[in-house]
């Protein structure tokens, strides 16, 4: 594996308007960024601490994996991200170690990052996404 560094965590929340709140009034972060990813039937706000992000995840659609994680599981954690290189090659040897995948090849996410997620039954109940920021 070539992981970099956190890239982010994830949470999910049923409005980012009102957790923007918590993170700017009380933590006193600031977001730098928001996007809706229409496939992903989601909007995200970003905050930086450090290296590491907080992405906030809102659903856009009641078929979102979003909106069914909050059904099923409430506001929270939703997933850790790791930077890598060479998501690709990760994702073929990730497989080869016996780690369900998700998406077997990356998809586009925000920020213009490339995505792949691996199931939390093969990571001990955690939502892996691996990322890479591929130069146009």
């Known amino acids: 594996m070539n992981i970099s560094h956190i890239e982010h965590i994830g949470i999910a929340v049923k ?15 600031t977001c730098y960024a928001s996007e809706v990813v229409e496939d992903q039937k989601v909007k995200t706000a970003f905050f930086q601490v450090g290296q590491t992000k907080i992405e906030l995840l809102e659903p856009t659609s009641e078929e979102s994996t979003i909106a069914k994680f909050i059904e099923k599981k409430g506001e929270g954690i939703h997933h850790i991200a790791f930077a890598t290189s060479g998501i690709e ?6 497989e080869s170690k016996g780690i369900n995948l998700i998406d077997k090849t990356s998809r586009k ?9 691996l199931h939390p039954k093969s990571t001990f109940g955690v939502l892996t996404e691996l990322c890479e920021y591929k130069e146009k």
């Open 15 to 29: 409005s980012i308007e009102e957790a923007k709140k918590y993170y700017e009034e009380i933590l006193g972060l």
């Open 109 to 117: 996410g925000a920020e213009g990052l490339d995505i792949a997620f």
């Open 89 to 94: 090659n990760e994702l073929k040897e990730i």
